[in-house]
Structures are given as structure tokens and as C-alpha cells.
């Protein structure tokens, strides 16, 4: 075999993959009015919230955290466009999976449960970047007189802090989806989830506008690397050393959710009864 033959056991899965990621686009396009319901109601804050500082910076001349008018407008713009394909939220499905003892399939098919289940989010996640797109269109439109500039820094390291930071919500997700395997009562577990990761994340306010004492632990919190350190990236506000930090954090969060999944999954599979209510 030539040294540049592409192994066999990649190809196959890379088909594998390409094929579960197929699947669950066709799974979730065959509910287009619910998918974009979700869509909506995350994307709503895109469309509210830059209203509301721009009422708070008046003419654009007082700065809240260092943003004015247009610069409120254009965090929240590129905040809720990357969040589609980031912020996980499989929990719900996995969680309701396993109560009703559908999460057995997961555990007989020849393939590993966290690859497919990372492949269910992804094609979840190019459907919603897709059914966004009306919501971008409106957002455009209303606040068209705050993009005058839209200059963007898409280079490599924001790239790779996207695609970690995708990885890194899905495995905060999946850790606390696995909370299931012992309790049916999960829902005030990711109830209870939401109001952390929605502000130190940089979803619903931006970090520097918070108090100094929050902006320190959303520092040292997972949610900050999902949204906001991305954002910061591709409107060139991190320097080379914050870059460099931002992606370090991000890579030791994955590993510590990594291995918290692994021995929540080994242990809780162990008690799964898979037989429903």
C-alpha cells in the first residue's frame, strides 16, 4: 500500500459519520415549523436585546464596557449567528432518550455513543445555521444604520476557536445529559444549567458590561470559551496572548468534560435498565 493511501478504517468512518450526519438533518428538516420554533425563540435575543442598549448609550457617544451603540449591535449580531452552530442543547433529547429507554439503540449500533451522538449535533446544528438565516435577513434590516462597518478578522485561530468551542459545548452537554442515567427528574438539573451558561457565556449581555467580580469567574468558567472568546476573535478584540490563553482554556475544558463523560457514561450505564416508564 503507497505511504499516501488513506487508510481504510478512516474512510470508513468518515462515511459512517457522513451518513449519521445526513440522517439527522433528514430527521430534523421533517420538523421544520418546531426546528425554526427553537430557532426563534434563541435567535429572539438578536433582535431585542441591541434595541435595549441602544436606548441605554443614547446617540452612541456613552460607551457601557467599553461598546458603543454600533459596536452593542454588531457583538450581538455575530454573538447569536455563531451560537447556532455552538450552543448545545442535545441534553433534552438524550435525557428523554434514556427515560424512555430509546437509548438503548445508541448502545447496540457498532459505532461509539459519543461519535454519534457528536454527529446528531452537528447536523442539527447546520439545519438551525440554515433556518437562521430569516432572522439574520430581519436583523440586517432593522439595524442596518448600526453596520456601517462589519469588518471581520476570520482568520486561523478564530476558526480553530469555533470549531472548540463547538466540541466543548456539545461535551458540557453530553456530561450533563449522562445526569439522566440516575435520576428521571433531569429537567431542573438543565433548568438550573441555562442561568449560568446564558450569562457567562456572553449569550445574553456581554461579559465586560458585568461586574468585575463576574467577569472573573466567567474567566475561568467553560461558558466563556463557547460564544464570547469567538466573538472577541472575529471582531479583533483579543490580542495574541489572549488568543493564545482563550485556546488553552478551551482545550483543557474539553479534556476535563471528556473524562467527567467517560466515567459518568461507564458507571451510569451500568444501572440503565432501558425499559422505559
Given at each position: 500500500m503507497s505511504a499516501l493511501a488513506t487508510p481504510k478504517p478512516l474512510v470508513r468512518g468518515l462515511r459512517k459519520t457522513y451518513s449519521l450526519v445526513s440522517i439527522y438533518i433528514q430527521e430534523t428538516l421533517a420538523y421544520r415549523a418546531g426546528a425554526f420554533i427553537w430557532t426563534l425563540a434563541?435567535?429572539?435575543?438578536?433582535?431585542?436585546?441591541?434595541?435595549?442598549?441602544?436606548?441605554?448609550?443614547?446617540?452612541?457617544?456613552?460607551?457601557?464596557?467599553?461598546?458603543?451603540a454600533p459596536e452593542m449591535v454588531k457583538y450581538y449580531l455575530w454573538a447569536t449567528l455563531l451560537s447556532q452552530f455552538v450552543v448545545c442543547h442535545?441534553?433534552?433529547?438524550?435525557?428523554?432518550?434514556?427515560?424512555?429507554?430509546?437509548?438503548?439503540?445508541?448502545?447496540?449500533?457498532?459505532?461509539?455513543?459519543?461519535?454519534?451522538?457528536?454527529?446528531?449535533?452537528?447536523?442539527?446544528?447546520?439545519v438551525k445555521v440554515l433556518l437562521f438565516t430569516p432572522i439574520l435577513a430581519a436583523f440586517l434590516l432593522i439595524y442596518r444604520g448600526?453596520?456601517?462597518?462589519?469588518?471581520?478578522?476570520a482568520g486561523l485561530l478564530f476558526w480553530c476557536s469555533l470549531v472548540l468551542a463547538h466540541f466543548l459545548s456539545f461535551f458540557v452537554a453530553?456530561?450533563?445529559?449522562?445526569?439522566?442515567?440516575?435520576?428521571?427528574?433531569?429537567?431542573?438539573?438543565?433548568?438550573l444549567y441555562y442561568f449560568p451558561e446564558m450569562f457567562l457565556s456572553g449569550r445574553l449581555v456581554p461579559i465586560e458590561t458585568m461586574p468585575s467580580w463576574a467577569q472573573s469567574v466567567a474567566a475561568f468558567s467553560p461558558f466563556k470559551y463557547t460564544v464570547a472568546f469567538p466573538v472577541s476573535l472575529l471582531m479583533g478584540e483579543a490580542g495574541a496572548d489572549a488568543a493564545a490563553r482563550g485556546l488553552a482554556m478551551q482545550c483543557a475544558w474539553i479534556a476535563v468534560f471528556v473524562l467527567a463523560s467517560r466515567a459518568l457514561f461507564r458507571a451510569g450505564v451500568r444501572q440503565y435498565t432501558g425499559f422505559g416508564n
Open positions: 434563541d435567535g429572539q435575543m438578536a433582535l431585542i436585546l441591541p434595541a435595549v442598549w441602544i436606548a441605554a448609550t443614547g446617540t452612541g457617544a456613552d460607551a457601557i464596557g467599553g461598546r458603543g442535545l441534553m433534552w433529547d438524550i435525557a428523554f432518550e434514556i427515560r424512555e429507554g430509546l437509548f438503548s439503540v445508541y448502545l447496540l449500533r457498532p459505532m461509539s455513543v459519543v461519535w454519534a451522538q457528536l454527529s446528531r449535533n452537528v447536523g442539527w446544528r447546520v448600526y453596520l456601517s462597518d462589519l469588518s471581520v478578522h453530553w456530561t450533563i445529559a449522562l445526569v439522566s442515567l440516575w435520576t428521571t427528574e433531569f429537567v431542573s438539573v438543565f433548568r
